[in-house]
């Protein structure tokens, strides 16, 4: 069945859990989407994992563009949401919605995801309005790391729970259709959940959220420069993946690779003719 942002929103009110991982290019996201997820987010954690950045804040809209329009080629039935990066929807209302719609047009995503709570409300409100579905995000939002001072759980003294909530109803009232709890204490996240009508995709937040969401070069063990708390490892492939680097590279050097059968032949006559 075709995910949509109808379908998600059905999924809170039957109580089925949504799943998310993240992918940025073409093979990834087709294996991902053979799999029955429900979302693949292109998240500007590429700068990161793919592009070798030391946070978001360098990640670009050419870049977003780039690797969402290498996604959506690769899924057929998985809802593809696309991050607006750093400074393309925080300057104005204007650059929010010419931006997100370039995700849409030219990254060919089905929806957008933009941090924050009551200050990008106009944002939300804005971009929603030109038909455009909007995935929110609360909570540790990496662009904000030096707001931040760091990447640091949110929400724990009862002032800041208290924001989060109103960040999360503001969010609602603009329009998202779904919203983002990453880095919240897990009981909070519980009482946002429940205050809410639309799902919570959570990362960092608790098994309460009506769906989860991981970096899936982090799940798999792909990632080593570090690894978040909240982060469970479903597979080493980082370990698999040198031990079968390094087998190639001995094989070569030892001439075991490649063999005949990885080659083509021609006839014998022709090879002596060129003598």
Do not use: W
């Amino acid at each position: 069945m075709k995910n949509t942002i109808i379908s998600f929103k059905n999924a809170k009110a039957n109580k089925e859990k949504l799943t998310m991982l993240t992918a940025y290019d073409y093979s990834t996201a087709k294996l991902i989407d053979s799999c029955g997820i429900n979302g693949i987010l292109v998240g500007d954690s590429l700068g990161m994992v793919c592009l070798g950045y030391e946070d978001t804040l360098s990640v670009t809209m050419e870049d977003m563009i780039h690797h969402t329009k290498a996604v959506s080629r690769g899924v057929e039935s998985t809802l593809v949401v696309a991050d607006m990066p750093f400074m393309s929807y925080q300057t104005s209302v204007y650059d929010a919605v010419v931006n997100a719609g370039r995700l849409i047009k030219e990254g060919r995503a089905h929806a957008i995801k933009l941090e924050g709570g009551l200050e990008v409300y106009e944002q939300i409100k804005a971009i929603v309005n030109s038909s455009i579905p909007v995935m929110g995000h609360i909570g540790l939002t990496p662009q904000s790391v030096n707001a931040f001072g760091g990447f640091k759980v949110q929400g724990k003294s009862e002032e800041a729970a208290k924001r989060l909530i109103e960040d999360a109803l503001a969010v609602e009232k603009a329009g998202a259709f779904a919203i983002v709890l990453e880095g919240v204490p897990s009981k909070l996240a519980t009482v946002i959940t429940e205050k809410v009508n639309i799902p919570t995709i959570g990362i960092g937040a608790g098994k309460d959220c009506d769906g989860q969401i991981l970096v899936y070069q982090d799940m798999l063990g792909m990632f080593s420069d570090f690894t978040p708390k909240f982060v469970k490892k479903y597979e080493s492939l980082g370990i698999k993946m040198k031990d079968a680097f390094k087998n190639y590279i001995d094989e070569v050097k030892r001439g075991d690779f490649p063999t005949e059968e990885h080659g083509f032949k021609i006839d014998d006559n022709i090879i002596e003719k060129l003598y």
